[in-house]
């Protein structure tokens, strides 16, 4: 491993910036692809799909190439992979081409996702203080860079192509940026298991990073439409959402360590979760423009901690070995970020966005309903 670990931190949170800005930048150019091709919402979910599906098996075959190669290599190609593939979401002319482009695009941020959380854990596991909140707010900076810079490019008047090179080249940088600083692992030892069906415990900790994440997802690939089809905000300013629910998200995972030492893992949970609702009423209920645009902010910093509380749980729960907890839930987390939205758009096609996003509430709830449970489950922290 690398022997410097300022270095390997630096690196970890180059590549959550990386995952962050590539997968945010794509926000505010949906509505230029659903309009471009001229598709309707049951359409772009089943074209998000395709995205979904490149991530979900790039994330079976990562964790298989991480446990015998460890995750830097992974790291490196999966970048570069999403980096060159961002370019053909905004060019891509036909349904086909489109999905080709998202599925390429999936399989790179898929596969990075899982390797930079494994690679996280790592680097955690030798340094003397919790860090999984700080990497995870690096992601959520990425997110309100990208969508930000893509929104004012756009903005002024600049094509849809240009912003997505922009894009691209923010995410080969950083990649190359990280390389040298990436810690090398030792391959797995003979006869360690390289995946895990998670159980136990571990399978409901599973589902509600699912739920998290697939929040998450269904705002940066469904808040531009939700807002322009109420009428909230114009076309060109479509991403202003995913903005300020990436800063609301940023600013609470900046203070999520030392919040959560304050109050604990389940009053972190419970009234994360509590807050989160909160912002899906007022996004949904309130028809004044800057008002159901704050709702973005109550959603964004109750779900800011949800997700770091539950790898640290997976890593101090006894059901399975940890680092295999992690993965597991690393993959099952970030598949709800990126098939969940295709879910979305199927519902949104049947009864209509808002609909669908108080789906997305009631699906929320059960981080509240079972915060007692997961951490009464021995790992309290």
């Known amino acids: 491993m690398a022997t410097d ?26 509505p230029f692809a659903k309009a471009r091709l001229g598709i309707d919402e049951g359409v772009l979910g089943l074209l998000l799909l395709c995205l979904g599906v490149g991530s979900v098996l790039a994330m079976g075959l ?26 053909f979401l905004a060019v891509a002319a036909t349904p086909l081409t489109l999905a080709l482009a998202l599925f390429a695009f999936g399989a790179g941020l898929g596969s990075l996702d899982v390797a930079m959380n494994i690679h996280a854990v790592e680097v955690e596991k030798g340094d003397d203080k919790p860090l999984m909140s700080g990497f995870h707010a690096l992601f959520s900076i990425g997110g309100f860079a990208g969508a930000g810079m893509v929104t004012l490019l756009l903005s002024l008047g600049l094509s849809p192509l240009i912003c997505a090179l922009t894009s691209a080249a923010v ?29 136990g415990i571990v399978l409901l900790l599973a589902l509600l990073a699912a739920v998290t994440f697939l929040t998450e997802g269904a705002i940066l690939d469904w808040s531009a439409l939700l807002l322009t ?8 300013q479509g991403g202003v959402g995913y903005i300020v629910f990436a800063l609301a998200m940023t600013t609470g995972r900046l203070v999520g360590d030392a919040v959560t030492a304050r109050i604990g893992d389940f009053r972190t949970l419970f009234w994360g979760g509590i807050v989160a609702l909160a912002g899906f009423g007022v996004l949904l209920l309130v028809p004044v423009p ?24 997976a890593g101090s729960q006894t059901a399975m070995p940890s680092a295999l907890a992690v993965a597991a839930i690393t993959t099952t987390g970030y598949a709800g970020i990126l098939v969940g939205p295709a879910g979305v758009g199927a519902v949104a096609h049947v009864v209509g966005l808002p609909a669908a996003f108080w789906g997305l509430a009631a699906l929320l709830a059960l981080v509240p309903l079972f915060a007692r449970v997961v951490t009464a489950s021995g790992c309290e922290g």
């Open 5 to 30: 670990p300022a270095r390997a931190r630096l690196a970890t949170r180059l590549a959550f910036l990386a995952g962050g800005y590539g997968l945010a930048g794509w926000a505010p150019l949906v």
């Open 171 to 199: 995410v080969a940088g950083a990649v190359f940026l990280a390389w040298p600083r990436l810690m090398v692992s030792a391959p797995a030892e003979e006869g360690t298991p390289l995946f895990a069906v998670p159980r």
């Open 290 to 313: 800057v008002l159901a645009i704050s709702g973005f902010v109550l959603i964004g910093l109750g779900a800011s901690n949800i997700v770091p509380v539950l790898f640290r749980l």
């Open 229 to 236: 089809g109420a009428g909230l905000v114009p076309l060109s």
């Open 62 to 87: 990562t964790g298989v190439l991480s446990a015998r190669h460890g995750p830097r290599p992974i790291i490196v190609l999966s970048g570069l992979l999403m980096a060159a593939a961002t370019p």
